[in-house]
């Protein structure tokens, strides 16, 4: 695996420049990843939007969920803290959020938004820490009646992390309102960059930690921001 291969190279002294997913030892290489509450923030930013003209029209509060990954990842711990720090600068807009763990496992996260949905039919406003869970949340709200385009009375605002094929191809359908994109071309960008640097400067041990901070593709910058996600690439084919 690949993290077999970077400790493999960390152990043995070799220089590597590592993205997206970072090693257990940052000291190391070149590293660049994904500043996860930063794309997160910036995701669940674009629901809020969406969240204020709903309420305008209601005049009530949004109940919010978040679709948890493992929280032994750094990664899911940091998606989570970028969605709360949205919700939180938002108390006259939500209610208190409802979190349901998935430990990054789509039955796990089945049997727990279905549970959640039982309990409290009214939530309205649902945060995926990663976009493969799309798919599972359609299995939920599709059979209530509430797996509807943004057009579409009943709308659950929905958004993600990711940025990948499935998530644009719902936000081009309407379904889906946001998601957080790692901007990999940028990764690679930096990584290349970082090697470079140092191949100049006769740096044989190398370290810099590199951020991408990422940004949010939503259905109202599909226009703009599409063509830079990696997910609409691979779905353009």
Same mark, same amino acid.
């Given at each position: 695996?690949?993290?077999?291969?970077?400790?493999?190279?960390?152990?043995?002294?070799?220089? %590597?420049?590592?993205?997206?997913?970072?090693?257990?030892?940052?000291?190391?290489?070149?590293?660049?990843?994904?500043?996860?509450?930063?794309?997160?923030?910036?995701?669940?930013?674009?629901?809020?939007?969406?969240?204020?003209?709903? +309420?305008?029209?209601? /005049?009530?509060?949004?109940?919010?969920?978040?679709?948890? /990954?493992?929280?032994?990842?750094?990664?899911?711990? $940091?998606?989570?803290?970028?969605? +709360?720090?949205?919700?939180?600068?938002?108390?006259?807009?939500?209610?208190?959020?409802?979190?349901?763990? &998935? $430990? *990054?496992?789509?039955?796990?996260?089945?049997?727990?938004?279905?549970?959640?949905?039982?309990?409290?039919?009214?939530?309205?406003?649902?945060?995926?820490?990663?976009?493969?869970?799309?798919? &599972? #949340?359609?299995?939920?709200?599709?059979?209530?009646?509430? *797996? $509807?385009?943004?057009?579409?009375?009943?709308?659950?605002?929905?958004? /993600?992390?990711?940025?990948?094929?499935?998530?644009? $191809?719902?936000?081009?359908?309407?379904?889906?309102?946001?998601?957080?994109?790692?901007?990999?071309?940028?990764?690679?960008?930096?990584?290349? &960059?970082? #090697?470079?640097?140092? %191949?100049?400067?006769?740096?044989?041990?190398?370290?810099?930690?590199?951020?991408?901070?990422?940004?949010?593709?939503?259905?109202?910058?599909?226009?703009?921001?599409?063509?830079?996600? *990696?997910?609409?690439?691979?779905?353009?084919?």
């Amino acid at each position: 695996s690949g993290t077999v291969v970077v400790a493999a190279a960390q152990d043995a002294d070799v220089p %590597i420049a590592t993205f997206n997913r970072p090693p257990s030892d940052m000291s190391k290489g070149i590293i660049v990843v994904a500043d996860n509450e930063a794309v997160a923030k910036a995701a669940v930013n674009a629901m809020v939007e969406v969240a204020k003209a709903k +309420m305008a029209k209601t /005049g009530h509060k949004l109940k919010p969920l978040i679709l948890m /990954g493992d929280l032994a990842d750094p990664n899911a711990v $940091k998606r989570r803290a970028g969605f +709360m720090d949205s919700i939180d600068a938002n108390p006259d807009l939500f209610e208190k959020p409802v979190e349901v763990a &998935t $430990k *990054w496992n789509s039955q796990v996260a089945l049997s727990g938004l279905e549970a959640a949905m039982t309990a409290d039919p009214e939530i309205d406003f649902i945060f995926t820490s990663s976009d493969f869970l799309f798919p &599972t #949340i359609k299995s939920v709200l599709d059979p209530l009646g509430k *797996w $509807k385009k943004s057009t579409e009375e009943g709308h659950v605002i929905l958004g /993600g992390l990711d940025g990948d094929d499935g998530a644009c $191809k719902l936000i081009q359908e309407g379904y889906v309102d946001s998601t957080g994109v790692q901007d990999v071309y940028l990764e690679a960008q930096l990584a290349l &960059t970082g #090697i470079l640097d140092a %191949i100049k400067a006769g740096d044989t041990h190398p370290n810099s930690v590199k951020l991408d901070p990422g940004f949010a593709l939503s259905q109202a910058n599909f226009a703009e921001m599409g063509p830079k996600t *990696w997910g609409c690439q691979v779905l353009a084919g």
